[in-house]
């Protein structure tokens, strides 16, 4: 079974930064793309940043040039570096991973529980 940890949320006053974890475990081949996601109350989930197998980013227009996304496919992991925080960054972070279970299998979508970030003074 495959299961997204998330880590790394908190109170953060704006301006400030916080680093996001999230850890794969289960039976996986191969990781495709790797995502964060933010729902804040009230609002629709949105993709906050988006990591390919190879590296290639995205992000969106919201947090470009303050937040950046990385990997570790070895040790299959993700992470979200959060810097310059507005309070409307408040919201519930969430892992979200393209990948592979068995060589010849589909790709799924799998998500974590999520992490609560809060921007505030």
């Known amino acids: 079974q495959v299961q997204l940890v998330e880590s790394g949320g908190g109170l953060v006053q704006p301006g400030g930064s916080l680093r996001l974890s999230c850890v794969a475990s289960?039976?996986?081949?191969?990781?495709?793309?790797m995502a964060w996601y933010r729902q804040a109350p009230g609002q629709q989930r949105e993709m906050v940043a988006h990591i390919t197998s190879d590296g290639i980013t995205n992000y969106a227009d919201s947090v470009k040039g303050r937040f950046t996304v990385s990997r570790d496919n070895a040790k299959k992991m993700a992470y979200l570096q959060m810097n310059s925080l507005k309070p409307e960054d408040t919201a519930v972070y969430y892992c979200n991973a393209d990948l592979r279970r068995t060589v010849f299998g589909l790709i799924r979508t799998y998500w974590g529980q999520g992490t609560q970030v809060t921007v505030s003074s």
């Open positions: 289960g039976s996986i081949v191969v990781i495709s793309n």
